[in-house]
Structure formats: C-alpha cells, structure tokens
Nanobody, 126 residues
Framework: QVQLVESGGGLVQAGGSLRLACAAS????????MGWFRQAPGKERDIVAG????????YYADSMKGRFAISKDNAKNTVYLQMNSLKPEDPAVYFC???????????????????WGQGTQVTVSS
C-alpha cells in the first residue's frame, strides 16, 4: 500500500508559479513510478508529468513542456511538481499517483496507476 498526500495548491495569477508536493508513505519511491495528473470539471483526468522509479525517465504532456518540472526526493519520499508560467487553462484538481512498474518504465495512462492522492486545487486568475 502507498498513501499519498498532496499539498501546495492554491490561487495564483496568470504567469505565476506554484510548487506542488506529494508525500508518500508505505512503499518507498524506489518501488513505484510517480505521476501528476489533473482533472478540470467535466473533463477527463489527464497526465501532466511523470517520473520513473529510477528517476532517469521523465514525461511531460505537450502543453506543460518548458513550463512544468517534476522531481523527487527519495530520502523524503516526496515528489514535486514545479509549475511556472501558469495559464488560465491550467486550473484543475491536481492529483499525484503511484504505479508499480519496472525500474525505468513510465506509464502515462491513469489506469496504469495503482495509488492516488486526494487531489489539490489549482486556480489561476487572469
């Protein structure tokens, strides 16, 4: 089992930055790949970014490339999502998730993830 708790969401002006954090307990980060997803009202839950167990592979959705950065601290069992240049289309509930995978694999589909946090709201004012 993995328990995930997100933090760091809130209200920010367009062009601003936020850093989300996801603290995990249970299994360690060396056992799971981690992903950040987001879901806006009436829309599907889509991947934002992911990082493999090894930390060597990362993935970003096209609209996040160059603006968002995912990282993890294995000693703290925490994964981060640095979000810069936030846009009016970025507001959503952001979820972190963990997937039991091979060492360098990095799934992007929500169905591949086994554990989910409760989500944190990100709001962007224009």
């Amino acid at each position: 089992q993995v328990q995930l708790v997100e933090s760091g969401g809130g209200l920010v002006q367009a062009g601003g930055s936020l850093r989300l954090a996801c603290a995990a307990s249970g299994r360690t980060f060396s056992d799971v790949a981690m992903g950040w997803f987001r879901q806006a009202p009436g829309k599907e839950r889509d991947i934002v970014a992911g990082i493999s167990r090894s930390g060597l592979n990362t993935y970003y959705a096209d609209s996040m490339k160059g603006r968002f950065a995912i990282s993890k601290d294995n000693a703290k069992n925490t994964v981060y999502l640095q979000m810069n240049s936030l846009k009016p289309e970025d507001p959503a509930v952001y979820f972190c998730a963990a997937a039991r995978t091979l060492y360098n694999d990095l799934p992007t589909a929500p169905t591949a993830y086994d554990y989910w946090g409760q989500g944190t709201q990100v709001t962007v004012s224009s």
